[in-house]
C-alpha cells in the first residue's frame, strides 16, 4: 500500500503525521522496558517481548501499513521547522533512553537471571541505546546549542560521543566514496564491515577533533574537545554504575553499549551499500545528490526513528528537520523499513540476494558507477553482466 497526499491541498497545512511522531518516544519506551515487564508481570519470558516487537513486529507493519511518499508543500517547510512541537518530542526522547539504559543495567546487576532472559534484556537494552544514537543524529545536526548539547548526553550512555563528529564532519563530506569507513561496498558482509566501520570512525573522528582545535588554537586535552565532553559523562556515568553494582556490572554495561553502536553500524550499513559518487579530479567527488543513499518510506518504521529513513534528502539537506524530509522519486529504494533490513544483512546470502540486483538496476549495468568491495569486483561483473564504459571511472 503506497499513501499519496496531494501537495496542492487547500491551506492551512495539516501534518497528517503530526501526533504519529509520538511513537517516536513512546515505541522507544516500550523497547526499552524489557526489565520493568519481567518486574510487573513476573514472567521472564516477558523481557522478549520487546525484541519480537522490533525485530518481527515493525517488519510485519512496515509491510502491511505500506509506504508514504508525500511531502510537506516547499512553501510550508518553515513554518513546519519552525513549529516547537516537534522539538519538544525529541527532547522528551533523551529522558527516556537514559531511563531505558540504567533501569536494564540496574536490573540485570540485582536479579538472578537465566541467560535467555539475560539476552533478552541485553539485545532490547542494546536496541534502545541505537535508537539513541539515532536521536543523537537528528539533534546533533541542528544549530541551537540545546539540542548540540542534547545529543551529546544522549550518545554518552553508550559511549559513541565520538559520533556527534565523525558523522556531521566526517561521513557527511566522505559518504559513497572510498574514503569512508562508514560507506559499505558491493559484496562486502557486514562483518567484514563493522572491522573497519567502527574503528575507522573513531580514528577519523579524533583526526577531525583535532585538526579543528589545532585552527582555533585549543590544546587538544580539555574541555574544549568535542569528543571528550560526551566521553567524560560516559566515564561519570559508567564509574558511578559500578561503584554502585560492583565491578561484574560491567561486562553487562559493555554488552549493551556494543549491540547499541552495532545498530548504528547495520544502518551504516545498508544506507548507502554499493553506491559510489563519482570522481571528477583526483580525491574529488561529485556533490552528494539523493540517489547515493538508499531510502525508505515504509510508514510504521520512519515513525520509529524520526525519519532517518528518508536518508537521501538527509545526506542533500543535512539541517533540514525530520518532519519536512523528502521522498525523492530518483532515490533507489529498500524493500522493508530499516528493521527488516538489519535482519536481512545479518544473514549475507539473503541480503547478497535482496541487494546486488538492486545496486545492479541503480548504476544501470555500469559497473563504474558500482562500490565494490576488494577482490569481489570481478566475480560481480560476470555474475551480473555488467560493463564498463572507456570513459567511466574505476572504483
Given at each position: 500500500?503506497?499513501?499519496?497526499?496531494?501537495?496542492?491541498?487547500?491551506?492551512?497545512?495539516?501534518?497528517?503525521?503530526?501526533?504519529?511522531?509520538?511513537l517516536?518516544?513512546?515505541?522507544?519506551?516500550?523497547?526499552?522496558?524489557?526489565?520493568?515487564?519481567?518486574?510487573?508481570?513476573?514472567?521472564?519470558r516477558?523481557a522478549?517481548?520487546?525484541?519480537?516487537?522490533?525485530?518481527?513486529?515493525?517488519?510485519?507493519?512496515?509491510?502491511?501499513?505500506?509506504?508514504?511518499q508525500?511531502n510537506?508543500?516547499?512553501?510550508?517547510?518553515?513554518?513546519?521547522?519552525?513549529?516547537?512541537?516537534?522539538?519538544?518530542?525529541?527532547?522528551?526522547?533523551?529522558?527516556?533512553?537514559?531511563?531505558?539504559?540504567?533501569i536494564?543495567?540496574?536490573?540485570i546487576?540485582?536479579?538472578?537471571?537465566a541467560w535467555?532472559?539475560?539476552?533478552?534484556?541485553?539485545?532490547?537494552?542494546?536496541?534502545?541505546?541505537?535508537?539513541?544514537?539515532?536521536?543523537?543524529?537528528?539533534?546533533?545536526?541542528?544549530?541551537?546549542?540545546?539540542?548540540?548539547?542534547?545529543?551529546?548526553?544522549?550518545?554518552?550512555?553508550?559511549?559513541?560521543?565520538?559520533?556527534?563528529?565523525?558523522?556531521?564532519?566526517?561521513?557527511?563530506?566522505?559518504?559513497?566514496?572510498?574514503?569512508?569507513p562508514?560507506?559499505?561496498?558491493?559484496?562486502?558482509?557486514?562483518?567484514?564491515?563493522?572491522?573497519?566501520?567502527?574503528?575507522?570512525?573513531l580514528?577519523r573522528?579524533?583526526?577531525?577533533?583535532?585538526?579543528?582545535?589545532?585552527?582555533?588554537?585549543?590544546?587538544?586535552?580539555?574541555?574544549?574537545?568535542?569528543?571528550?565532553?560526551?566521553?567524560?559523562?560516559?566515564?561519570?556515568?559508567?564509574?558511578?554504575?559500578?561503584?554502585?553494582?560492583?565491578?561484574?556490572?560491567?561486562?553487562?554495561?559493555?554488552?549493551?553499549?556494543?549491540?547499541a553502536?552495532?545498530?548504528?553500524?547495520?544502518?551504516?550499513?545498508i544506507?548507502?551499500?554499493?553506491?559510489l559518487?563519482?570522481?571528477?579530479?583526483?580525491?574529488r567527488?561529485?556533490?552528494?545528490?539523493?540517489?547515493?543513499?538508499?531510502?525508505?518510506?515504509?510508514?510504521?518504521?520512519?515513525?520509529?526513528?524520526?525519519?532517518?529513513?528518508?536518508?537521501?534528502?538527509?545526506?542533500?539537506?543535512?539541517?533540514?528537520?525530520?518532519?519536512?524530509?523528502?521522498?525523492?522519486e530518483?532515490?533507489?529504494?529498500?524493500?522493508?523499513?530499516?528493521?527488516?533490513?538489519?535482519?536481512?544483512?545479518?544473514?549475507?546470502?539473503?541480503w547478497?540476494?535482496?541487494?546486488?540486483?538492486?545496486?545492479?538496476?541503480?548504476?544501470?549495468?555500469d559497473?563504474?558507477?558500482?562500490?565494490?568491495?576488494p577482490?569481489?569486483?570481478e566475480?560481480l561483473?560476470?555474475?551480473?553482466?555488467m560493463h564498463?564504459?572507456?570513459?567511466?571511472v574505476?572504483?
Amino acid at each position: 500500500m503506497t499513501v499519496q497526499v496531494n501537495s496542492l491541498s487547500a491551506h492551512p497545512y495539516r501534518d497528517r503525521k503530526r501526533y504519529a511522531w509520538l511513537l517516536s518516544v513512546l515505541i522507544p519506551a516500550f523497547i526499552g522496558s524489557g526489565a520493568l515487564l519481567v518486574l510487573f508481570t513476573g514472567d521472564a519470558r516477558a523481557a522478549w517481548l520487546p525484541v519480537i516487537f522490533v525485530y518481527g513486529a515493525i517488519p510485519l507493519l512496515d509491510m502491511v501499513l505500506g509506504e508514504d511518499q508525500s511531502n510537506p508543500p516547499e512553501a510550508e517547510v518553515p513554518a513546519l521547522e519552525a513549529d516547537k512541537y516537534y522539538r519538544y518530542i525529541t527532547y522528551a526522547s533523551v529522558p527516556v533512553l537514559w531511563a531505558s539504559f540504567l533501569i536494564s543495567v540496574w536490573f540485570i546487576g540485582t536479579h538472578e537471571l537465566a541467560w535467555p532472559t539475560q539476552l533478552a534484556l541485553l539485545l532490547a537494552a542494546g536496541v534502545s541505546g541505537g535508537i539513541g544514537i539515532n536521536l543523537g543524529h537528528e539533534l546533533g545536526h541542528k544549530n541551537t546549542p540545546l539540542e548540540r548539547w542534547l545529543a551529546k548526553i544522549v550518545l554518552a550512555p553508550t559511549a559513541y560521543g565520538h559520533f556527534f563528529i565523525e558523522h556531521n564532519r566526517g561521513h557527511h563530506r566522505d559518504v559513497a566514496t572510498p574514503s569512508d569507513p562508514a560507506s559499505s561496498r558491493m559484496g562486502e558482509t557486514i562483518y567484514t564491515f563493522v572491522l573497519r566501520e567502527m574503528p575507522g570512525a573513531l580514528k577519523r573522528a579524533w583526526r577531525i577533533e583535532v585538526e579543528r582545535l589545532g585552527r582555533i588554537g585549543q590544546p587538544i586535552w580539555s574541555l574544549h574537545n568535542e569528543i571528550l565532553q560526551p566521553a567524560l559523562i560516559t566515564l561519570m556515568v559508567w564509574t558511578g554504575l559500578v561503584l554502585w553494582l560492583g565491578i561484574a556490572i560491567l561486562p553487562v554495561i559493555l554488552a549493551i553499549s556494543f549491540w547499541a553502536n552495532f545498530q548504528l553500524t547495520s544502518a551504516n550499513y545498508i544506507e548507502h551499500y554499493g553506491l559510489l559518487r563519482q570522481e571528477r579530479a583526483p580525491g574529488r567527488y561529485e556533490v552528494t545528490q539523493p540517489h547515493h543513499s538508499w531510502n525508505s518510506n515504509h510508514l510504521f518504521s520512519n515513525w520509529v526513528l524520526f525519519h532517518l529513513q528518508r536518508h537521501s534528502d538527509h545526506h542533500a539537506h543535512p539541517t533540514r528537520r525530520y518532519q519536512s524530509l523528502r521522498n525523492f522519486e530518483e532515490a533507489p529504494q529498500l524493500p522493508n523499513g530499516y528493521l527488516g533490513m538489519f535482519l536481512a544483512c545479518y544473514i549475507p546470502p539473503v541480503w547478497f540476494w535482496l541487494m546486488d540486483r538492486r545496486v545492479v538496476d541503480w548504476a544501470k549495468g555500469d559497473a563504474s558507477r558500482i562500490h565494490f568491495q576488494p577482490g569481489k569486483k570481478e566475480a560481480l561483473i560476470k555474475k551480473y553482466g555488467m560493463h564498463t564504459p572507456a570513459t567511466g571511472v574505476a572504483p
